[in-house]
């Protein structure tokens, strides 16, 4: 049973620097989600996916930040000229079409911006 | 907008013990309800959910009651185990959206 799964899990970057990450969803699953989870706080959307459709997209989204997803299978989150406060651990989440569709998270990956 | 707030955290306990974390929300309609559970290393899990007013979600022992009139979802269980130790968030979904709000966590240890 392959869930879902992203990479890098850790990636630690200089200020300015530019940073992508990718998630591959569970294979039948057409919806995908991106949130940011902060220390001690729990996690916040992002943006989600309806197979390569972004439909929904967070204020939290800024122009810095771009996500795709362009054979509606894997996804990436590119984030150019980082922050500090862009250190955070990005979470990624996939899901069937129809109804109350559970949201099945992958591990994470942890951006640490020095 | 939509928002969960969870009881501060942590919480220990003693293994035997019952356990309550307590779960408010705000949201306009009806929301579904979750609890994930996140355990040490690992991702996020779906615990329980509830979708309609006075649904019961159950699952491992753990169960929590959608309450429309005190807006809450209340996780309970009536004996925890060491196992149990973890960090617990409780969301909701907007009827119609399909992005999850969460609250804080809480983090739980359960101490033998």
């Known amino acids: 049973d392959t869930g879902v799964s992203q990479d890098p899990r850790h990636k630690i970057t200089k200020r300015g620097q530019n940073v992508t990450f990718r998630c591959d969803p569970i294979s039948e699953h057409n919806r995908l989600y991106w949130y940011r989870q902060t220390l001690g706080q729990g996690p916040e959307f992002l943006t989600y996916?309806?197979?390569?459709?972004?439909?929904?997209k967070s204020r939290l989204l800024s122009d810095r930040f771009s996500a795709e997803r362009p054979k509606g299978s894997f996804s990436t989150l590119e984030i150019q000229r980082t922050e500090q406060g862009d250190s955070a651990m990005y979470l990624c989440?996939?899901?069937?079409?129809?109804?109350?569709?559970?949201?099945?998270f992958g591990p994470g990956t942890r951006l640490t911006v020095l | 907008g939509d928002s969960v707030t969870q009881m501060e955290g942590p919480v220990t306990l003693s293994e035997e013990a019952f356990l309550t974390i307590n779960c408010t929300y705000t949201a306009t309609g009806y929301p579904s309800l979750f609890w994930y559970v996140q355990y040490p290393g690992e991702g996020l899990q779906l615990l329980l959910k509830a979708t309609k007013a006075d649904d019961k979600g159950s699952n491992k022992g753990f169960e929590a009651t959608y309450r429309k009139e005190t807006t809450s979802f209340h996780l309970e269980k009536g004996s925890v185990q060491v196992s149990d130790s973890a960090v617990y968030f409780c969301?909701?979904?907007?009827?119609?959206?399909?992005?999850?709000?969460f609250g804080q966590g809480t983090r739980l240890t359960i101490n033998p």
């Open positions: 989440a996939s899901s069937p079409f129809g109804g109350e569709s559970r949201q099945f």
């Open positions: 969301a909701l979904s907007g009827k119609g959206a399909q992005k999850l709000v």
């Open positions: 996916f309806q197979n390569e459709a972004q439909l929904e």
